[in-house]
């Protein structure tokens, strides 16, 4: 079947510039995830939905990170008055009550 | 948190050549252990998961031991082939064993 998909796959982003990036998770996946790669290192938890409820969002850098889930399917992450340091690839994950995360491929986010 | 962190960085073979990848974690009470490997530009694709109660994991060529008194996992890939050149990340889970912690990864070149 599908799998997680994440779109765009690349953005280039003017500092101060409002981005929105979209993740469709694997069909009838309960928990969505949302991460953050730098360039070199392991991806960094960002968020946690299970269906439309946001249950963590420890991992997000600042207030200008928003994400939502409105009906329990696709996410959107926003990034408000984007700063070079967000640059970064973004990974959504999706899974059901099982342990394994399956993840998409990412939207690779320049902000220059 | 989960702290994880891989050993070596980067890792050069000559094809047929036996792979063995590090990964320590600081939380021995783990919920289980992933294995996912990344190529260039790409998500993650999960290879193995060990759970907490088991000794080692294997698929195919790829061989996953958990020691949870030493805080260690390694993986093993038997007879190494070129199309194996690729990032090789552990990940543990923690915080009411959801979100995922990465080590840096270890990025392995076959040459053939």
């Known amino acids: 079947g599908a799998g997680v998909s994440q779109s765009p796959r690349y953005k280039v982003a003017k500092r101060g510039q409002d981005v929105a990036l979209r993740c469709d998770p694997i069909?009838?996946?309960?928990?969505l995830f949302w991460y953050q790669q730098a360039l070199g290192q392991g991806p960094e938890f960002l968020t946690y939905f299970q269906n439309e409820a946001q249950l963590d969002k420890s991992g997000l850098p600042s207030d200008r990170f928003f994400a939502e889930r409105p009906e329990g399917s696709v996410s959107t992450l926003k990034i408000q008055r984007t700063q070079q340091e967000d640059s970064a690839v973004y990974l959504c994950a999706s899974r059901t009550n099982q342990e394994t995360q399956y993840f998409g491929p990412g939207t690779r986010l320049l902000v220059l | 948190k989960q702290e994880v962190t891989q050993i070596p960085a980067a890792l050069s073979v000559p094809e047929g050549e036996n792979l063995v990848l590090n990964c320590s974690f600081t939380d021995s009470a783990i919920y289980n252990l992933q294995w996912f490997r990344q190529d260039p530009g790409k998500g993650l694709t999960s290879l193995l998961l060990?759970?907490?109660?088991?000794r080692e994991q294997t698929s195919g060529r790829l061989n996953a031991s958990l020691d949870k008194s030493s805080g260690r996992s390694t993986l093993y890939i038997a007879a190494s082939q070129p199309g194996d050149s690729a990032t090789y990340l552990c990940?543990?889970?923690?915080?009411?064993?959801?979100?995922?912690?990465f080590g840096a990864g270890t990025t392995v070149t076959v040459r053939a």
């Open positions: 060990i759970q907490s109660s088991q």
């Open positions: 990940a543990a889970p923690w915080g009411n064993d959801y979100k995922l912690s």
């Open positions: 069909s009838g996946h309960v928990s």
